[in-house]
């Protein structure tokens, strides 16, 4: 294996995680998660010798699973739904631990691809409005829009999401 080979696996074997939770985040499933970093690795791979001389390989890394997940959304929106195959695997992470958790997770899922980056983005990975509008090449202002409607959304899905959840 070569030098650069072995730079590149102690790279992704180190932000694995975090770029997963993330790419969840996005897509609100475990499996898929999974499908776009790795699709995001296999990228990352292919140019590592230019991406390895990056200051910030790891923003690199969530710029290329941000546009994964989107270009995969992109790509989806128009097939069928899919089955569900719950209870035939083990999921690859564990659920939610509590009602909160699940709901927001829930919420979030229902936000449009874009709004839901951009939260992410912004709140998850605590990145400010310039890093957003750079790394989905959207402009300040989109980023800013669509950060205040999806708060917005969110709020009022989540009073109702976890009112529904007391009631039961």
């Known amino acids: 294996m070569s030098e650069a080979e072995e730079e590149f696996r102690e790279f992704a074997a180190a932000v694995q995680g975090h ?8 897509c609100g499933d475990w499996h898929l998660a999974e499908d776009i970093v ?5 990228k990352i791979f ?6 390895r001389k990056v200051d910030n390989q790891l923003a690199y890394a969530r710029q290329v699973v941000y546009r994964c997940f989107l270009d995969h959304y ?4 128009k097939q069928l739904p899919m089955v569900s195959m719950e209870g035939m695997a083990e999921p690859a992470a564990a659920e939610p631990a509590d009602a909160f958790d699940g709901a927001v997770l829930e919420v979030l899922a229902e936000l449009p691809p874009g709004a839901r980056a951009v ?6 990975e605590d990145m400010s409005v310039e890093q957003t509008a750079a790394l989905l090449g959207v402009t300040q202002g989109t980023v800013k829009s669509q950060t205040s409607r999806a708060v917005a ?3 009022a899905r989540l009073t109702v999401a976890l009112e529904g959840r007391s009631q039961r």
Do not use: H, P
Request: avoid cysteine; aromatic fraction near 16%; glycine fraction near 0%.
């Open 74 to 77: 992109r790509k989806n929106k």
């Open 19 to 26: 770029l997963r939770r993330s790419a969840y985040l996005l």
């Open 119 to 124: 939260i992410v983005l912004r709140f998850w």
């Open 46 to 51: 292919r140019v590592w010798r230019r991406v």
């Open 153 to 155: 959304q969110l709020r």
């Open 38 to 42: 790795q699709t995001a690795f296999v």
